[in-house]
């Protein structure tokens, strides 16, 4: 095991030399989802059910080409590596059957990415249970073994399939995630986190559901993490620590009455049935649901619908054979049957619903449950059975505890589970603009402060003009950071998702090279990341495969910062005095510029002032390009600067894409004599070429150079500074930018709407 990179300290992430670390990240890669053999991409149906044999060998790219991306993703200043990996691809075969194959084509990867410095921690990666069911994550047994069948989830609408649609090209955008309001992850969810109390009779190799399936994905992820320590060259050095299962959902666990669609989902979209409708169809009856579309006012009725599964069911038949996997079915446990209706939710001979609020309470003790309890309790206690999993494993692991999204963090501070090594990752999107792809630049919402009941109406949460949403969005990750302090505790903070959709406006920007509107969303996100005062982010998504007809690859998502069908931003690097050292400043003595602008102190003389100025590459990189391919993918906003590691503590930083200027204010840490402990900023060359940067500090002294190795080298600013408060100026090139535009009509539509107070908040 390699010596320790680096170490929580209270809020902060420090190095070996006590500075404080910043993680700024991306999640690797969107391939993960899905396997390479058969190559099963969610607009792809052959081979689509055979979901036992498989690989994900090669996932999430091959060891050829990693050198490639992980170059690509230093040289765009990255240091962090949230890596996604799922459950199937360890025991998609059958339960307890491994594939060390994959894991040892893993650990390939991650010796790989070691070369390029990378911190990296492993994201259990879950989206609405299963591929099976829309999603990834889970090995299809898991849903024989519930007694659902996945060959049935089509004509119930049990769940929504790009996969088994019938066009998929035409599969409504965004409404995959409607799933985790649909009958298969109502059920497998609350089976999993709830099966003991909710499902009593569904027991499986002598225990019950929760405990099969907990059990088998706690050890899949333990085996992972012993086959990586035995490695013996992989924590540490590269590998930092675990993140807990992602984007957890409680399933029916907490509602009121399962007749009525609660008050607080705020997504729907396409059908939307209530979980006593959902349970109906899932059982081949007729159910007549309402229809609900998403616009400028969130979502809306659009009208009713007439679902009918022509006698189908998601529930295995009596006739499947139940030996396949090994496992034993209680005898309790009918096949053919309604799990809820053997529990007495339901009668399915006259279809009337008997306990409306059957998931409201405990069945047992009738102690009331709703989201909260539900955190602070089943999601609690599957969290620390995982992490003590992990631990024993790897004792000086980090933990990453991710709670369910925009919910109230579990309460944690001051108590057994307030865990010095553990990180809280939170997962933000900005909801308008991913669910329409379309960023809107008069209104936007403020949709954390309507969920924690800011507002006596949605309609006040409204935000006009770009200046008012920029600081919306970051007003709303510094409530979730200060959310964090009162509820988690001291502990660090990651923003493990965030990012914006690039397929907007019916890829207007595809068409055009015009991506104005994806500069600014995107630009928006990381100026609320930067003033959400959390200790860095793993942006969504790299995805090495993403094209401009099918995006990401996944329901039809298109959130990757990488295309194959894009251009890649340009360096602005120029050739400089020894391409290692360029200037240094000291603001006690005099400097000098040149006429356009790079300061130039009097270690530059006038035999290498030439050299120093020399005119970027910019302009001859381009002429180069493909011509086919239109724009930068919003580059230019995603590659800028951002402290890397600083001697003190950071208390702003800030990057001005439209003045092309940054500015950081930190308290440095006492001086120590003889200590080589500058503080560090990325600084990308595009923005900030040699004969364009100006620097302007507090104190010290200040020099650029570039570092990492070969392809993947970076343009890195070094200051020393004196201890206390301290301030630093970067200003670069000005460019014209693609940020500001003029509202569409439908913006402006529907801000009349909000001024008569018909506002609706998703």
């Not at 024993?392 to 057994?416: A, F, H, R, T, Y």
């Amino acid at each position: 095991m390699g010596p320790l990179r680096l170490r929580i300290d209270g809020t902060t992430f420090k190095d070996s030399q006590n500075r404080e670390i910043t993680l700024r990240g991306i999640n690797v890669a969107g391939e993960a989802k899905y396997p390479t053999s058969p190559d099963v991409p969610s607009n792809v149906s052959d081979g689509f059910f055979d979901a036992d044999n498989v690989s994900f060998v090669g996932r999430p790219f091959s060891l050829d080409d990693a050198h490639t991306h992980f170059t690509r993703l230093r040289k765009w200043g990255y240091n962090t590596i949230r890596y996604m990996f799922t459950w199937e691809a360890i025991e998609h075969e059958g339960p307890g059957k491994y594939d060390d194959e994959w894991i040892s084509f893993t650990i390939e990867v991650l010796r790989i990415a070691k070369q390029y410095q990378f911190y990296i921690f492993m994201d259990p990666h879950q989206d609405v249970w299963s591929r099976l069911s829309g999603g990834s994550g889970a090995p299809a047994w898991t849903l024989y073994a519930a007694g659902l069948d996945p060959k049935g989830f089509k004509k119930t609408q049990a769940a929504l399939v790009q996969n088994t649609w019938d066009e998929p090209a035409q599969f409504p955008k965004m409404i995959w995630a409607t799933n985790y309001t649909r009958m298969v992850c109502q059920t497998i969810f609350t089976l999993f986190w709830a099966g003991r109390d909710f499902a009593p009779k569904a027991i499986i190799d002598g225990m019950n559901i929760q405990d099969y399936l907990q059990n088998h994905y706690i050890a899949a992820c333990k085996h992972l993490a012993q086959k990586i320590h035995d490695a013996g060259d992989i924590e540490n050095e590269v590998l930092i620590g675990w993140e807990s299962l992602n984007e957890p959902q409680r399933g029916l666990i907490g509602y009121e009455d399962i007749s009525v669609i609660p008050a607080d989902q705020q997504l729907q979209l396409g059908t939307s049935p209530t979980a006593f409708q959902a349970i109906l169809t899932g059982s081949g009856r007729v159910c007549e649901e309402e229809i609900w579309g998403f616009g400028g006012f969130g979502p809306y009725k659009s009208g009713r619908e007439l679902v009918d599964p022509e006698g189908e069911t998601a529930w295995l038949p009596v006739t499947y054979d139940d030996t396949k996997y090994g496992w034993t079915r209680d005898p309790n446990w009918k096949l053919g049957e309604c799990l809820w209706a053997q529990h007495g939710v339901w009668d399915p001979i006259s279809d009337e619903l008997l306990q409306k609020d059957y998931f409201s309470k405990k069945p047992r003790t009738g102690e009331p449950l709703d989201y909260d309890k539900f955190t602070n309790t089943y999601f609690l206690e599957h969290y620390r059975a995982y992490t003590a999993a992990i631990r024993s494993v790897w004792p000086g692991s980090i933990m990453l505890c991710q709670p369910p999204v925009m919910e109230i963090p579990p309460d944690l501070k001051g108590s057994n589970d307030d865990d010095p090594n553990m990180v809280h990752a939170v997962h933000y999107y900005d909801g308008l603009t991913l669910m329409s792809k379309h960023w809107n630049r008069l209104y936007n919402v403020d949709v954390i402060g309507v969920l924690r009941g800011k507002y006596l109406t949605p309609a006040f949460g409204v935000k006009i003009g770009e200046t008012a949403i920029r600081n919306c969005l970051r007003d709303q990750l510094k409530f979730l950071r200060d959310e964090s302090l009162r509820y988690m505790g001291n502990h660090p903070l990651i923003f493990t998702e965030t990012g914006i959709p690039y397929d907007m406006d019916d890829k207007h920007a595809y068409k055009t090279g015009d991506y104005s509107s994806q500069i600014s969303a995107m630009d928006a996100i990381h100026y609320a990341l930067e003033g959400s005062t959390s200790n860095g982010f793993t942006l969504w998504v790299y995805t090495a495969r993403n094209d401009h007809e099918w995006g990401d690859q996944w329901n039809g998502e298109d959130l990757s910062i990488f295309s194959a069908d894009d251009l890649e931003l340009p360096s602005g690097q120029s050739a400089t005095l020894d391409h290692e050292s360029r200037s240094r400043s000291d603001h006690h003595s005099p400097s000098y510029s040149s006429s356009n602008g790079r300061a130039i102190n009097q270690q530059i003389s006038s035999r290498n002032l030439k050299d120093a100025i020399t005119t970027p590459s910019i302009t001859s990189e381009v002429s180069q390009l493909n011509e086919d391919k239109l724009g930068y993918r919003a580059a230019e906003a995603y590659i800028r600067p951002s402290p890397i590691v600083t001697n003190g503590l950071i208390s702003s930083h800030v990057f001005d894409l439209r003045n092309c200027s940054f500015t950081m204010s930190l308290v440095g840490n006492e001086a120590r004599t003889g200590q080589d402990t500058p503080t560090e900023i990325f600084l990308p060359d595009f923005h900030f070429p040699d004969t364009h940067t100006e620097v302007t500090i507090s104190s010290g002294e200040w020099s650029v150079d570039y570092v990492g190795i070969e392809s993947a080298r970076f343009q890195r600013l070094r200051w020393w500074h004196s201890e206390g408060e301290q301030d630093i100026k970067i200003e670069g090139l000005k460019r014209k930018g693609g940020a500001v535009a003029a509202p569409l009509t439908e913006d402006l539509s529907y801000l009349e709407q909000c001024q008569k107070g018909g506002c609706v908040v998703m």
